[in-house]
């Protein structure tokens, strides 16, 4: 089984990064964009035996815990039970 966990900086958050993307863009002819929040990618294989309760229990403690600052950051995650 297959975890895909998305980390990202609070909405209330400044995203200094994200600001300097957005204007890099601005300055590339994207005058489109009005904002850009960067963020964190983790992928996350887990024994194929777990049960998807057990899955999502074992990837939001190690998102909790690990991942993330949960004072600043959110998070979300996808669990893909196919084999790739």
Not at 33 to 49: M, T, W
Request: proline fraction near 2%.
């Amino acid at each position: 089984m297959k975890a895909r966990v998305f980390v990202k900086l609070k909405k209330s958050v400044l995203d200094p990064q994200g600001k300097t993307i957005q204007h890099s863009l601005s300055n590339l002819g994207y005058h489109d964009v009005q904002d850009v929040r960067q963020g964190k990618f983790f992928e996350i294989v887990l024994n194929a035996d777990l049960s998807q309760d057990e899955a999502r229990q074992q990837v939001e403690s190690i998102a909790k815990k690990v991942l993330t600052n949960p004072v600043i950051e959110d998070f979300r995650y996808e669990l893909d039970s196919s084999h790739d």
